[in-house]
């Protein structure tokens, strides 16, 4: 039996990044002229380039733009005529990538603002990879035409790898794994230029399975590092089916590797025992579990596991209690003040949902509705230790007429309903305070969801719908900003 994988989201981010970098820097390093980056007066960067054909009789034209109002890139891509098409090597390979933007920018949305540092950042590496362009055209041009080749092959991967690091840097989050990437980059360059003096003094296998795994890693981190705006859900695979029409699952976003556990609640009210799992296999093909009594009984079905503890609403009370697995012990008890409990302020399916937990990239969150915000959908932010608030967003969107609600990146996604045909309506952005409509379906398999969370080591939503265990994979898109910092 084949496991879902949840490493998860088909995650556009980092294609996107690319794509802009391909369809900007590229076509300048595979030889083509292209026009420089300009500042513009905001201090933004103004994205329009164009790449113009060096000689006259290649007609590519590349054509990018994020100048639109609503920040979209608008990528055009004219192609040489038929005739130009296998000329040399290096057009071949700017075809290829010409085509892989123009695949790309369909889907593509991308608002880039970047700081002028960044920009000096790009210039800066593009005049070094231009150095290291015209070494490499002297080695390919000398008589030992066989190793050129192989040296193509590595100068290609350098190429795609060293724009990632500017992105990278702005993650200053994890700057020592990107200083540590930037300083393998160099060496590796810096071996490449030996290289080149020294003609097959170094092992090309090597060398080529340095840059693959550093490649490797660099994705990686990527993915681990990018953030991103929710585009799209995929349709749900059932997990098991198993429990009571309303319930909760989940796994612990920030477990340590290897800890694959999942924890499940069935019920809404009157339940206090938590089963724990093993692992995914476990879950999906046994019923072996170890039981957990709560303290209290719970209220709802917005408890969530976090960091080896369940954050849960204690049954008719404001109450959030944390109890922590290991010692079975409550660690911190705080009351909620003003949120609406005992069915004031539930979802539309009804079930004492008054008081949703969540945990997203950046941490925990209450999601309620207050008298004083007459009923819609408030924001907190907590402090998983003391439990206290740390911030909060009032939204103009009423409890009782969500579905459910998930927190992605900062944003919240609300759903508008938990029968029939759902989407993802609503999304109110924490970082600006601002919210707008959307329009993504969510397949309701089985017409009755009680809960619907996002987990992001995952990337993917659990949903406990109608006595199934579902999850759906994720689409985020990213959006490259400076101060997101
Ligand atoms: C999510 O995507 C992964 C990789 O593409 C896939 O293996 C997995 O089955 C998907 N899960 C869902 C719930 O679609
Ligand atoms: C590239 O374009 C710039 C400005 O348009 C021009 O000055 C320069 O000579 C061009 N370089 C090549 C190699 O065509
Ligand atoms: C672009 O998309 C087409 C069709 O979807 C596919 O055949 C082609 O291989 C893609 N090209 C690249 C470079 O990904
Ligand atoms: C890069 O090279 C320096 C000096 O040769 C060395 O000290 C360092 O460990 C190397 N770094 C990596 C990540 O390989
Ligand atoms: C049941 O799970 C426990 C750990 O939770 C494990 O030690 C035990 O081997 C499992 N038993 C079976 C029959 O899989
Ligand atoms: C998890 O808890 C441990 C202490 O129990 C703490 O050191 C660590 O920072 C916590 N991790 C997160 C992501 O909160
Ligand atoms: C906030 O985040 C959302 C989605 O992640 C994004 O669309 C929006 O532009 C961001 N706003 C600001 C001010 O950063």
Same mark, same amino acid.
């Given at each position: 039996?084949?496991?879902?994988?949840?490493?998860?989201?088909?995650?556009?981010?980092?294609?996107?990044?690319?794509?802009?970098?391909?369809?900007?820097?590229?076509?300048?390093?595979?030889?083509?002229?292209?026009?420089?980056?300009?500042?513009?007066?905001?201090?933004?960067?103004?994205?329009?380039?164009?790449?113009?054909?060096?000689?006259?009789? !290649?007609?590519?034209?590349?054509?990018?733009?994020?100048?639109?109002? @609503?920040?979209?890139?608008?990528?055009?891509?004219?192609?040489?005529?038929?005739?130009?098409?296998?000329?040399?090597?290096?057009? &071949?390979?700017? $075809?290829?990538?010409?085509?892989?933007?123009?695949?790309?920018?369909?889907?593509?949305?991308?608002?880039?603002?970047?700081?002028?540092?960044?920009?000096?950042?790009?210039? /800066?590496? @593009?005049?070094?990879?231009?150095?290291?362009?015209?070494? +490499?055209?002297?080695? *390919? *041009?000398?008589?030992?035409?066989?190793?050129?080749?192989?040296?193509?092959?590595?100068?290609?991967?350098?190429?795609?790898?060293?724009?990632?690091?500017?992105?990278? !840097?702005?993650?200053?989050?994890?700057?020592?794994?990107?200083?540590?990437?930037?300083? @393998?980059?160099?060496?590796?360059?810096?071996?490449?230029?030996?290289?080149?003096? !020294?003609?097959?003094?170094?092992? #090309?296998? =090597?060398?080529?399975?340095?840059?693959?795994?550093? =490649? %490797?890693?660099?994705?990686?981190?990527?993915?681990?590092?990018?953030?991103?705006?929710?585009?799209?859900?995929? *349709?749900?695979?059932?997990? &098991?089916?198993?429990?009571?029409? +309303?319930?909760?699952?989940?796994?612990?976003?920030?477990?340590? *590797?290897?800890?694959?556990?999942?924890? #499940?609640?069935?019920?809404?009210?009157?339940?206090?025992?938590?089963? %724990?799992?093993?692992?995914?296999?476990?879950?999906?093909?046994?019923?072996? +579990?170890?039981?957990? $009594?709560?303290?209290?009984?719970?209220?709802?079905?917005?408890?969530?596991?976090?960091?080896?503890?369940?954050?849960?609403? /204690?049954?008719?009370?404001?109450?959030?209690? /944390?109890?922590?697995?290991?010692?079975?012990?409550?660690?911190?008890?705080?009351?909620?003040?003003?949120?609406? +409990?005992?069915?004031?302020?539930?979802?539309?399916?009804?079930?004492?949902?008054?008081?949703?937990?969540?945990?997203? %990239?950046?941490?925990?969150?209450?999601?309620?509705?207050?008298?004083?915000?007459?009923?819609?959908?408030?924001?907190?932010?907590?402090?998983?230790?003391?439990?206290?608030?740390?911030?909060?967003?009032?939204?103009?969107?009423? /409890?009782?007429?969500?579905?459910?609600?998930?927190?992605?990146?900062?944003?919240?996604?609300?759903?508008?309903?938990?029968?029939?045909?759902?989407?993802?309506?609503?999304?109110?952005?924490?970082?600006?305070?601002?919210?707008?409509?959307?329009?993504?379906?969510?397949?309701?398999?089985?017409?009755?969801?009680?809960?619907?969370?996002?987990?992001?080591?995952?990337?993917?939503?659990?949903?406990?719908?109608?006595?199934?265990?579902?999850? #759906?994979?994720?689409?985020?898109?990213?959006?490259?900003?400076?101060? =997101?910092?």
């Amino acid at each position: 039996m084949t496991v879902p994988l949840l490493k998860i989201g088909v995650v556009l981010s980092t294609m996107a990044m690319i794509t802009n970098w391909m369809s900007q820097t590229l076509p300048s390093l595979v030889g083509l002229n292209t026009t420089k980056l300009t500042a513009a007066q905001s201090g933004y960067l103004d994205r329009s380039t164009g790449v113009l054909p060096a000689n006259p009789e !290649e007609s590519w034209q590349v054509y990018s733009s994020a100048q639109d109002s @609503e920040g979209r890139c608008v990528c055009t891509v004219v192609a040489p005529q038929q005739t130009m098409c296998s000329r040399d090597a290096r057009t &071949k390979q700017l $075809r290829q990538l010409l085509e892989k933007v123009q695949n790309m920018t369909q889907s593509i949305q991308v608002l880039d603002q970047r700081t002028q540092r960044d920009l000096q950042y790009v210039v /800066k590496m @593009e005049d070094q990879l231009r150095g290291l362009e015209n070494k +490499f055209r002297q080695v *390919e *041009e000398s008589h030992k035409q066989n190793l050129a080749k192989q040296y193509k092959t590595i100068k290609a991967k350098m190429a795609e790898l060293r724009p990632l690091i500017p992105v990278l !840097e702005e993650y200053k989050a994890d700057a020592r794994l990107v200083l540590q990437f930037k300083q @393998e980059v160099q060496n590796l360059t810096a071996s490449l230029a030996l290289l080149q003096q !020294e003609m097959g003094a170094y092992d #090309y296998d =090597e060398l080529h399975s340095r840059v693959s795994s550093l =490649e %490797e890693r660099l994705r990686a981190c990527m993915q681990k590092l990018a953030c991103g705006k929710l585009t799209g859900i995929s *349709e749900p695979i059932t997990i &098991k089916t198993s429990g009571s029409r +309303f319930g909760s699952w989940m796994t612990d976003p920030v477990a340590p *590797e290897g800890d694959t556990r999942v924890w #499940y609640m069935d019920g809404y009210h009157n339940n206090r025992f938590v089963r %724990e799992y093993r692992s995914l296999v476990d879950f999906m093909t046994s019923d072996n +579990f170890t039981s957990h $009594r709560l303290p209290h009984p719970w209220s709802g079905t917005g408890q969530v596991v976090y960091n080896g503890s369940i954050y849960f609403n /204690k049954f008719q009370s404001q109450v959030i209690i /944390k109890f922590d697995f290991k010692t079975s012990t409550i660690s911190r008890t705080q009351r909620l003040d003003n949120a609406g +409990f005992n069915n004031a302020y539930h979802y539309a399916w009804g079930g004492h949902s008054d008081i949703d937990l969540m945990v997203d %990239e950046g941490g925990l969150w209450a999601v309620y509705a207050t008298n004083q915000n007459a009923g819609n959908i408030v924001i907190s932010k907590l402090n998983p230790v003391t439990l206290h608030v740390v911030k909060t967003w009032t939204t103009n969107h009423p /409890k009782r007429s969500a579905g459910e609600s998930f927190m992605i990146c900062g944003t919240l996604y609300v759903t508008n309903g938990y029968s029939g045909g759902t989407k993802v309506y609503y999304a109110y952005h924490t970082n600006s305070s601002t919210y707008e409509y959307i329009d993504i379906p969510l397949q309701n398999k089985y017409s009755h969801i009680s809960m619907l969370d996002y987990n992001p080591r995952d990337r993917a939503l659990y949903a406990w719908n109608n006595g199934h265990q579902v999850l #759906y994979n994720v689409t985020l898109f990213h959006l490259v900003r400076s101060e =997101e910092l």
